[in-house]
């Protein structure tokens, strides 16, 4: 099995080698899209029904709106129009038909041009609030709290696995509230949400905010976001919440009756998360020797790994590792029996390992003899001798372990890069040197904002929602700023 090229060497390419060696996603014959394999499928489809749930608890209900938008409802939105306007793939014509020149070749039918252009979904802000002016009359209507799960496609020119495709998959969440305090309430809700389960379930920490107004969301009145940061030192955006005021409302003449009787427009907010998540997941925890996945997101928790001679010692073990593979199971614990006799274990070991799987068991003859197992964690690949009785408690107990340890070396990680400056040169220095998230004084102008990112490429991820108030000058006007907001160069 061909090594990974290190991060060290090449941080790029040992992403890209990962993603591919570890059976997560391939290229496909469509250009800056992915096949997402069976085993990345596995871990997003857990990624998925984590969220699914904490969306339902939270009083969200499921739907599906249509892929395609008409483009005059996606120009309803100004901001929204104009934001996405570049990145919008665009369907003029219903049927091909067979060229007369040429049987074999297919050609656009010139008469099957339809009356009005449709978008193919880049964001579903526009079908959905073209929904809801049916739905919405009473203050009695609200809210409505709807989630949806779909592909939506952004025609990207640079294309990265997870990261950046020009079709990718996520979930939107977009509600309707009778007033401006309910839906801000609901977008700081959402961003908690977000926050927990990237924190307490992909073991990634990451800082809440909110993006300044020229990183907004297309047609948000406010953009609340967690941020985190990978291991070369740029940060990835790994959710957003925006408050979108009655924007949408107005464009789509989304009115209702409140309990005074007056009318009025409809309070709005969307929340979103994508596969970006699996990127972030994939740099944030893993090493060169392939994936690091915390334990709650593994497809397999646990692999167990015969050591044997003969078919004889190989029904021996097989007995003992059906049984404990029973209490695993009973335990909730996905675990696989590997007894494959075609692969030796060396590379066995070598293939959990790319594949990040966290616990693996290897079970020998003189294991049996002992009463006892190796277990070896993949986080910090440390082995350990353990007794085969209550096998199974030991492992649920180090299942939970390794959880919490994977998040707080993320957690050290983050925190030791993360560096305060108080100068336009420290600033650069640290960017060119260290990286990481950058807190700095800046002067709330978009002039300054743009100027930075021009010079170092470092954006401002956002004003961190728990920012302590302190005076400052900001790096390059030098004028008064009560409070740092956070730099970095992001993906």
Not at 18 to 24: F, G
Not at 25 to 35: D, K, L, T, Y
Not at 58 to 77: M, V
Not at 274 to 285: D, F, N, P
Request: charged residues 30%; negative net charge.
């Amino acid at each position: 099995m061909a090594k990974l090229t290190s991060r060290a060497e090449d941080y790029s390419k040992w992403y890209n080698e990962l993603v591919v060696k570890a059976d997560l996603a391939e290229n496909s014959g469509v250009r800056g899209c992915m096949v997402i394999k069976p085993y990345g499928y596995a871990i997003w489809e857990k990624m998925r029904d984590e969220m699914d749930k904490k969306f339902k608890e939270t009083g969200h209900e499921n739907a599906y709106f249509p892929i395609f938008i008409p483009k005059s409802y996606f120009e309803a939105e100004e901001q929204n129009a104009e934001g996405f306007a570049k990145e919008c793939a665009v369907v003029t014509h219903y049927r091909l038909k067979t060229d007369p020149d040429n049987p074999k070749k297919l050609i656009v039918d010139p008469e099957a041009k339809l009356e009005e252009e449709l978008i193919v979904r880049p964001t579903s802000e526009a079908i959905i609030w073209s929904t809801y002016k049916n739905w919405i009359q009473s203050y009695r209507d609200l809210p409505i709290l709807i989630n949806q799960w779909a592909n939506v496609v952004r025609w990207e020119m640079r294309t990265r696995f997870f990261l950046r495709t020009t079709e990718f998959l996520w979930q939107e969440g977009h509600t309707a509230h009778a007033t401006k305090d309910e839906a801000i309430e609901e977008s700081e809700k959402m961003l908690d949400v977000y926050a927990d389960f990237s924190e307490n379930f992909m073991a990634i920490p990451v800082i809440k905010g909110l993006k300044t107004e020229s990183e907004r969301f297309a047609g948000a009145v406010e953009t609340y976001c967690i941020e985190a940061l990978m291991q070369d030192g740029k940060a990835l955006q790994a959710g957003t919440s925006h408050f979108l005021g009655q924007n949408f409302a107005k464009a789509f003449d989304v009115k209702f009756t409140n309990k005074e009787g007056k009318i009025e427009y409809a309070w709005a907010t969307s929340w979103g998360t994508s596969t970006r998540l699996m990127g972030a997941l994939i740099m944030t925890h893993s090493d060169d020797l392939g994936l690091v996945l915390p334990p709650s997101l593994a497809p397999i928790q646990v692999v167990i790994v015969p050591i044997f001679k003969g078919e004889e010692q190989l029904e021996q073990i097989n007995k003992v590792a059906f049984e404990v593979q029973a209490k695993l199971k009973a335990k909730g614990i996905s675990v696989k029996y590997d007894n494959r006799t075609e692969y030796k274990p060396g590379w066995k070991f070598a293939e959990y390992e790319l594949k990040g799987v966290p616990v693996r068991i290897a079970m020998g003859a003189r294991d049996l003899e002992n009463k006892t197992v190796e277990i070896a964690r993949r986080d910090n690949l440390t082995k350990e001798t353990q007794p085969i009785e209550n096998i199974e408690n030991y492992i649920e107990e180090l299942l939970a372990t390794m959880q919490k340890d994977i998040y707080q070396k993320a957690l050290d990680f983050r925190n030791s890069h993360i560096t305060e400056v108080n100068s336009y040169d420290e600033f650069k220095k640290v960017l060119a040197e260290k990286g990481g998230f950058i807190s700095a004084h800046w002067d709330g102008t978009a002039e300054e904002e743009e100027q930075i990112k021009n010079e170092t490429k470092a954006t401002i991820r956002c004003i961190p929602l728990d920012n302590k108030l302190e005076e400052g000058v900001s790096l390059i006007s030098k004028k008064t700023s009560k409070q740092r907001v956070i730099f970095a160069k992001a993906y």
